[in-house]
Nanobody, 116 residues
Framework: QVQLVESGGGLVQPGGSLSLSCAAS????????MSWYRQAPGKERELVAA????????PYADSVKGRFTISRDNAKNKVHLQMKSLKPEDTAVYYC?????????WGQGTQVTVSS
């Protein structure tokens, strides 16, 4: 079955950096685009970044442009989100998303808290 497992979240001070990873299994990873979403308390889940199966990226959310970078390793079935210059408003649960075979799947999420 399809599984997406995020890791790398935690507490970081404003201005700091953090790197998230998502390990995928149960489908042909290299054949599908991957995405990162986030959901802050009281807010809707929003798309942060997406990457095509060959590594091309679609426009980042304006709120993270220039600070976040999505990448993937098709040999290891992983997608990464490198985050720098973090702000308190980046605090959220970050989710990995894939849609193999036309059905969407979410990971369990990883909490990122930006606070001094």
């Amino acid at each position: 079955q399809v599984q997406l497992v995020e890791s790398g979240g935690g507490l970081v001070q404003p201005g700091g950096s953090l790197s998230l990873s998502c390990a995928a299994s149960g489908f042909t990873f290299s054949s599908y685009a991957m995405s990162w979403y986030r959901q802050a308390p009281g807010k809707e889940r929003e798309l942060v970044a997406a990457i095509t199966r060959t590594g091309g990226t679609t426009p980042y959310a304006d709120s993270v442009k220039g600070r976040f970078t999505i990448s993937r390793d098709n040999a290891k079935n992983k997608v990464h989100l490198q985050m720098k210059s973090l702000k308190p408003e980046d605090t959220a649960v970050y989710y990995c998303y894939a849609k193999p075979g036309g059905r969407g799947y979410w990971g369990q999420g990883t909490q990122v808290t930006v606070s001094s």
